[in-house]
C-alpha cells in the first residue's frame, strides 16, 4: 500500500499530464479548423485541373500521348510514395497509412518487382527504413514548413518525375490518408503515373470543338507535371488535416482516461486517509481506557 | 446582355469567381480577350496581368503562368500563382 504521500504525488503528477493533453487537443482543434479550410480551398483548383485533363487526354491518344499519361506500357518496377505525419502523439495516424502500405509493398515483392519507397513525413521514415532499409530511396521532412503551399509538394514532385525520366519506375503510387471527417480518416492509395483519367462524364451534346494554342499534345505536356505536384499537395493537405483531426482524438481520450485515472486514485487516497483517521483515534481511545 | 462566368483558381485558394463582361489575359502566344459567348479555347499563360471588366469596376490580377479554358460554361483561369493588384 502506497505511502500518502505517494498517492498525493501520483495525482498530482496526473492532473499535470491532464492539463497538457487538455491543451494539446485545443491547439489540435485550431489547427484542425485551419488545415480543413486550406484543404477545403484547394479543391477547386485540384478538381478543375483534373477535368480539363480528362477533357483532353480524350482527344490525345495513341502514340502521341505524354509518357505521364501513357506509362511504359510495363509494371515491373514500382515507386511507393508513403505520406503521413512529422510529429507523433496522434493515435494510429501514422501507423495506420504505413499498415496499408507496408500490405501493398510486401504484395508487390511477393510478386517479384522491384520496389522503391519515397517516405514523406518523419515518422513514416523512422518506420519504413527498418523493414525496408536500402528500398527507401528519399525521404522528406515537413516539419519546417509553417503552411503547405506547392513550393512545398514541388521537391516530391521532382524527385518522382526524376526517377520516372531516368527510366527506373513503372508505376508510382502514392498512399496518404483521405480526409473524410474528423473522425474518420481513410488510408487511401492513389496512382500518380499513368495518370489515371478520370471517366469523365460524356460530353452532353455535340462536343465543343476545342482550339488550341499551342498544340493539345503541348498542352498536356505541361499540364501533366502540374497535376503531378497538385495531387501530391492536396493528398499533403488533407494528411495534414487528418493529422490534426486525429491528434485531436486521440488527445481528447488522453484528457478522459487521465481524469478517470485521478478520481480513482482520489478515492483510493481519501479511503486510506479516512483508515488512518479511524486508526489513530482507536489508538488514542484504547490509550486513555488504559490509564 | 449575356455575361461571361469567370473564375480565377490558384492552387492554395480560388480568388475570383462571377459573371463579368470582359477579361484580357497573357497567353504564351500573345494577349487575348474575351467576350461572353467566345469560342471554346484553350491555352497556356505566361507571367503577366490578368484584367477583369465588370461595368464601370476594374480588377487586375498579376498571375505567374498558369492554363486558360475558355468552355461554354465560362471562362477558367488556373493560375500557378496569383495575387490581386490593389490599386
Known sequence: MASLKEMRNRISSVKATQKITKAMQMVAAAKLRRSQDAAEAARPYARRLASVIANLATGVSGDGA????????????????????????????????????????DGLIAQGKDVKIVCVG??????????????????????????????????????????????????????????????????????????????GEPASGPAAVYEYEPSEEAILETLLPRNLTVQILSALLDNMAGFYASQMTAMDN????????????????????????????????????AV | MAKLHFSLVAPERELFSADVDQVDAPGTEGDFGVLPNHAPFMTTLREGRVTVRDGASVKLFDIQGGFADVGPEGFTILAEHAVEVVS
Open chain 1, 66 to 105: 505524354p509518357a505521364l499519361l501513357a506509362g511504359t506500357g510495363r509494371d515491373d518496377r514500382h515507386l511507393v510514395v508513403v505520406a503521413a505525419a512529422d510529429r507523433g502523439l496522434a493515435g494510429g495516424f501514422t501507423s495506420s497509412i504505413v499498415r496499408a502500405a507496408r500490405a501493398h509493398i
Open chain 1, 122 to 199: 518523419k515518422k513514416v521514415t523512422a518506420q519504413l527504413r527498418r523493414p525496408y532499409g536500402e528500398r527507401v530511396v528519399d525521404n522528406f521532412d515537413l516539419s519546417a514548413y509553417r503552411q503547405l503551399t506547392l513550393s512545398v509538394a514541388q521537391p516530391i514532385a521532382d524527385v518522382v518525375t526524376k526517377l520516372y525520366e531516368a527510366g527506373d519506375i513503372d508505376v508510382v503510387t502514392l498512399f496518404y490518408s483521405r480526409f473524410k471527417s474528423v473522425v474518420q480518416q481513410i488510408p487511401t492509395a492513389l496512382q500518380l503515373i499513368p495518370a489515371v483519367v478520370e471517366g
Open chain 1, 254 to 289: 488522453a484528457t478522459r482516461n487521465a481524469g478517470d485515472m485521478i478520481k480513482r486514485y482520489t478515492l483510493e487516497y481519501n479511503r486510506s486517509r479516512q483508515a488512518q483517521i479511524t486508526k489513530e483515534l482507536i489508538e488514542i481511545i484504547s490509550g486513555a481506557e
